[in-house]
């Protein structure tokens, strides 16, 4: 018989890793070298953030809005996780939208191709 999952208040610390790919960060194909592409990734997002350092993520801290931003590479699959905690559910919203497009900006600029969420 199926149970209901538990509510989650440490989401920064418990990752559910059913059906993440639906759930945050940036895909990108599924190829032998996904994790050189993800260690490409976090070294070109250093230059455009201020970040503090984490064992192979990053974690940018934002004054405006106020709030942090974990970019970590997924260890199963082929895309980066981004995951934000503002002050507020409209701040960290905006968070984790400028923490993805920033992910798509350094890989264009690295001519690494996104791929749809399956």
């Given at each position: 018989m199926p149970t209901p999952r538990r509510t989650k208040t440490d989401h920064l610390i418990h990752a559910d890793v059913v059906d993440s790919k639906s759930k945050a960060g940036v895909w990108m194909g599924e190829r032998a070298s996904f994790q050189d592409k993800q260690r490409q990734i976090l070294e070109g997002l250093k230059d455009a953030l201020n970040w503090v350092?984490?064992?192979?993520?990053?974690?940018?801290?934002?004054?405006?809005?106020?709030?942090?931003?974990?970019?970590?590479?997924?260890?199963?699959?082929?895309?980066?996780?981004?995951?934000?905690?503002?002050?507020?559910?409209?701040?960290?919203?905006?968070?984790?939208?400028?923490?993805?497009?920033?992910?798509?900006?350094?890989?264009?600029?690295?001519?690494?191709?996104?791929?749809?969420?399956?």
């Open positions: 350092p984490l064992e192979g993520a990053i974690m940018a801290i934002s004054t405006n809005p106020a709030g942090i931003t974990v970019i970590a590479p997924n260890p199963t699959l082929p895309g980066l996780i981004v995951l934000a905690d503002g002050g507020s559910p409209a701040a960290s919203a905006h968070l984790q939208t400028n923490g993805e497009d920033l992910v798509r900006q350094v890989m264009s600029g690295l001519g690494i191709a996104e791929e749809a969420a399956a």
